[in-house]
């Protein structure tokens, strides 16, 4: 007899999946990991409310563009999916959202490296909330800053999200 799914809240979902405790039986309302998480190698390293850490390790060797130094849109990529990460922690059954912006400063180049994005929101509201993601290098230095702003949707606009 199969075991029961045990359907949890998405924060403690990814804390489990974080702390390596997540069993085969454990399920969120969301999809976790992600697609795209899983095709450039993210993964998520901290987690908490509205907050999330993912890590990845650049090459641009793989992901770089014809300057010979990581492409900008794989920060973006990483910031906006630690954004995401920590905005889906408060999201409920029959929830879902999505970004309506994404503003990046780049700060200095990337050749090879472990990066982590760190996400934050910085105002949290019904509907519209804002994060900030600071992205680094191994070194400990900034690479870029990423802003967004994301909607909440409910009932009938999250269907299908």
């Known amino acids: 007899?199969?075991?029961?799914?045990?359907?949890?809240?998405?924060?403690?979902?990814l804390r489990r999946q974080v702390e390596g405790t997540?069993?085969?039986?454990?399920?969120?309302?969301?999809?976790?990991?992600?697609?795209?998480?899983?095709?450039?190698g993210f993964r998520?390293?901290?987690?908490?409310?509205?907050?999330?850490?993912?890590?990845m390790w650049a090459d641009s060797n793989k992901h770089?563009?014809?300057?010979?130094?990581?492409h900008g849109?794989?920060?973006?990529?990483?910031?906006?999916?630690?954004?995401?990460?920590?905005?889906?922690?408060v999201m409920e059954e029959g929830q879902s959202f999505t970004s309506i912006d994404l503003r990046a400063t780049f700060l200095r180049p990337v050749w090879n490296s472990r990066l982590m994005a760190r996400a934050r929101a910085v105002h949290r509201g019904r509907t519209i909330s804002h994060?900030?993601?600071?992205?680094?290098r191994d070194d400990g230095k900034e690479v870029a800053r990423?802003?967004?702003?994301?909607?909440?949707?409910y009932g009938e606009q999250a269907a299908g999200r």
């Open 22 to 40: 997540l069993a085969a039986t454990d399920m969120t309302h969301l999809r976790y990991p992600t697609a795209i998480s899983q095709l450039l």
């Open 1 to 13: 007899m199969p075991e029961a799914v045990t359907r949890l809240p998405v924060l403690e979902y």
């Open 146 to 153: 990423i802003g967004s702003a994301v909607m909440t949707l």
């Open 44 to 55: 998520i390293v901290e987690v908490g409310e509205c907050q999330a850490t993912l890590e």
């Open 64 to 70: 770089g563009n014809q300057q010979g130094t990581v």
């Open 131 to 136: 994060y900030e993601c600071v992205v680094v």
């Open 73 to 89: 849109g794989l920060l973006c990529e990483l910031a906006d999916a630690a954004i995401g990460t920590a905005h889906s922690t």
